[in-house]
């Protein structure tokens, strides 16, 4: 099993261009995660998924749009890029347990740098 | 809200030295995960903990459920441990959102 993927590792854009951001996984769970990483600051949270064709919204979700088509992928889009959206965009997965805490596995990471 | 706080923010310590990671969480998270990130790599749950203690080869996890305090200890530690070691509060809700900490820098050397 590859686990969770992210396409691709690393994107340099220029301010107002759009992109989007593939995670798969293939262990076949429900839920997905966007986070966003940045210097000084704990992992942050801008979309989520509980299930095929189900989004919300994390904790930063302003400039980002998100789909679920695929129980498989969650994309993370950005319609116009900004400096601020420098980053790295980690995606993660979890099957859901009723009752219980579960384990979040995480992708590689992608570095995205807006000039 | 949910909040989480580790410390300390940076460790350096020589091989072989104990170390200990803490994590503080706030009223509302029912458990604690610890992740390791190694420098441009990606994030690895370590363990999942509501109450007691874990271990895993050199590494054990506590956690106090009264004080809200939770520990990452590592024995007779070795400069592949240097990395980024993050806790999140978990407050198993039905969407499973975790409240992460800033993450501790620790290096080890040889």
């Known amino acids: 099993n590859a686990g969770v993927t992210q396409t691709p590792k690393f994107r340099v854009l220029k301010t107002g261009q759009s992109m989007t951001l593939l995670c798969a996984q293939d262990?076949?769970?429900?839920?997905m995660y966007w986070y966003r990483q940045d210097p000084g600051m704990g992992l942050r949270l801008i979309h989520y998924?509980?299930?095929?064709?189900?989004?919300a919204k994390g904790e930063v979700p302003d400039g980002y749009n998100v789909s679920r088509l695929k129980k498989q992928n969650f994309l993370l889009g950005l319609e116009s890029a900004a400096p601020s959206q420098t980053s790295v965009y980690f995606c993660?997965?979890?099957?859901?347990?009723?009752?219980?805490?579960?384990?979040?596995?995480f992708g590689p990471g992608t570095r995205l740098l807006v000039l | 809200k949910n909040e989480v706080e580790q410390s300390p923010q940076n460790l350096t310590a020589q091989e072989g030295e104990f170390i200990t990671i803490n994590c503080s969480y706030s009223?509302?998270?029912?458990?604690l995960h610890w992740l390791q990130q190694h420098p441009g790599g990606g994030i690895v749950s370590l363990f999942m903990?509501?109450?007691g203690k874990k271990k895993h080869g050199r590494l054990i996890a506590t956690i106090n459920i009264q004080e809200k305090h939770s520990s990452l200890h590592i024995t007779a530690s070795h400069p592949r441990d240097s990395a980024v070691y993050i806790c999140?509060?978990?407050?198993?809700?039905?969407?499973?959102?975790?409240?992460f900490g800033k993450g501790t820098l620790l290096t080890v050397n040889p």
């Open positions: 993660a997965s979890s099957y859901p347990l009723t009752g219980e805490w579960v384990t979040q596995y």
């Open positions: 262990m076949n769970h429900e839920y």
């Open positions: 998924s509980v299930g095929e064709g189900t989004t």
């Open positions: 009223v509302g998270i029912s458990a």
């Open positions: 903990l509501s109450s």
């Open positions: 999140a509060g978990d407050s198993g809700g039905s969407n499973y959102k975790l409240t």
